[in-house]
């Protein structure tokens, strides 16, 4: 006999007489959003909880469980980015959730999840995170993302002052997972530019939530892109 934790939870499709895809994915975001929002963990999907046996999964799941095709699929539903990789082994895959920055919630009504739906790990198990346990979440993220913009702000106060404030030197967005791709040449004053106004000149900008990291350097990116021509 197996048991599932706290940090890690097992799925086994092999004996479903019929599986519908949005089903699927629907019942898989509720777990691996739950993780992201706690403190990450692991789905083993292909494992039995009771016996603690391997079994191969249909071939539709490990279809569907293709890294790239489903984390689209995820972050469809998603109003933040959820960071997790997905990995067959003989039959079986793993599925491996990073902690988000944010907390994670349905953005669009879903196969049985509502627009709003907040999921979180607890007993063992994913549950719909409300009232106290809502409330708790909001407030451990809002504290852990302060605390990372109060590191980030000495690093780039420093490099500011010691000259360093190109995009390259500076270096501080790996962690808050923003992906940023140009051909121009500018790209490097856009980022500059992003920096000092929020570390320098106090602009408030959420610098954690991924969608917003993009509509503000597209905005920059414009911005200067006119002032160019």
Request: proline share 1%; hydrophobic share 35%; charged share 30%.
């Amino acid at each position: 006999m197996t048991v599932e934790t706290q940090e890690i939870e097992y799925k086994d499709f092999s004996k479903s007489r019929s599986l519908e895809k949005k089903a699927f994915v629907s019942k898989l975001f509720k777990e691996i959003t739950a993780f992201a929002n706690s403190k990450g963990g692991k789905i083993i999907v292909g494992k039995e909880d009771k016996t603690g046996d391997l079994n191969a999964q249909p071939k539709e799941v490990i279809e569907w469980l293709d890294n790239d095709i489903f984390t689209s699929a995820i972050n469809r539903i998603s109003d933040n980015l959820v960071i997790f990789k997905c990995e067959e082994k003989e039959g079986f895959i793993t599925i491996t959730v990073q902690e988000s920055d944010d907390v994670i919630s349905a953005s669009v009504d879903y196969k049985g999840i509502n627009k709003g739906d907040c999921f979180l790990r607890e007993n063992h198990q994913a549950n719909l995170a409300k009232g106290n346990s809502l409330k708790k979440l909001i407030e451990r993220k809002t504290i852990s993302i302060d605390s990372r913009l109060n590191e980030l702000r000495k690093i780039v106060h420093h490099k500011f002052v010691i000259g360093e404030n190109t995009a390259s030197l500076l270096n501080i967005f790996d962690s808050l997972v923003v992906g940023l791709e140009s051909n121009d040449e500018h790209i490097s004053t856009v980022f500059d530019n992003l920096v000092k106004q929020q570390f320098i000149c106090s602009y408030n900008l959420p610098l954690s939530k991924y969608t917003s990291m993009q509509m503000h350097l597209q905005t920059i990116d414009s911005i200067i892109k006119k002032i160019a021509n």
